[in-house]
């Protein structure tokens, strides 16, 4: 079946570092894949999106790119605030008429200043 | 525009008891789907509803089921409440055709 798998937090960085969170899909077909943002006491957000091989999501100063060959979609920023600090979740949409998406466990950064 | 709306915000309840949470969707928004996140985890689909119907249903027991209204608000109902039914219930709302989803804030149930 379908799943999301995303490295486990916490992830705890200063201000400035560079942030990886992995994340890695399993697929029938060609998934569109998200990373979605949780702020603290808030719901989710849209961060960004891809939705075919290569493609590269930004946002905010976080990048994504859609590796078909390794199924991943790990999330990227060069250089993190304190007010990024959120968990970060990572999902997949199979193509067709199919609305449900599928997530990773999420994994919580903190930043510190 | 408004985004998704939800209401309520938090909600308590005690165990056997029946509760209903709201969704208004994303203006221009016809599909809106539910999901349970409890603590600590990813949030979890329950099901989803379009053209008034159920379209597509997670592994949640009978005890939860909803309705969507023809402006394409909803209703997400749980029965029989139980102590693990406490979470953040999150609505999302779509358009047929269009790959994002958008979410509300939640509605934060504790059962007791």
């Known amino acids: 079946g379908n799943s999301v798998t995303q490295m486990e937090g916490p992830v705890t960085l200063s201000e400035e570092a560079f942030l990886t969170i992995n994340c890695t899909y399993t697929a029938t077909g060609y998934p569109s894949l998200f990373w979605y943002v949780q702020y603290p006491g808030e719901g989710l957000q849209l961060l960004l999106k891809?939705?075919?091989a290569d493609d590269k999501g930004s946002n905010k100063g976080f990048e994504a790119t859609y590796r078909k060959e390794t199924t991943s979609f790990h999330l990227e920023k060069g250089s993190v605030q304190v007010s990024d600090s959120a968990v970060y979740f990572c999902a997949l949409r199979n193509a067709g008429n199919n609305r449900k998406l599928i997530w990773g466990l999420g994994t919580s950064l903190a930043v510190n200043p | 525009d408004a985004g998704v709306t939800q209401s309520p915000t938090h909600l308590i309840k005690t165990r056997g008891q029946q509760v209903t949470l709201r969704c208004s969707p994303k203006s221009g928004h016809d599909t809106v789907s539910w999901y349970q996140q409890a603590l600590g985890q990813g949030p979890q689909f329950i099901f989803q509803y379009y053209e008034e119907e159920e379209r597509q249903r997670g592994n949640f027991p009978d005890r939860f089921s909803g309705h969507q209204f023809p402006n394409y608000s909803s209703e997400l109902n749980v029965n029989a409440l139980l102590l693990g039914d406490s979470a953040l219930y999150l609505c999302?709302?779509?358009?047929?055709?269009?790959?994002?989803?958008?979410f509300g804030p939640g509605t934060r149930l504790t059962v007791t």
């Open positions: 999302a709302s779509s358009s047929q055709g269009v790959n994002e989803q958008y």
């Open positions: 891809a939705t075919k």
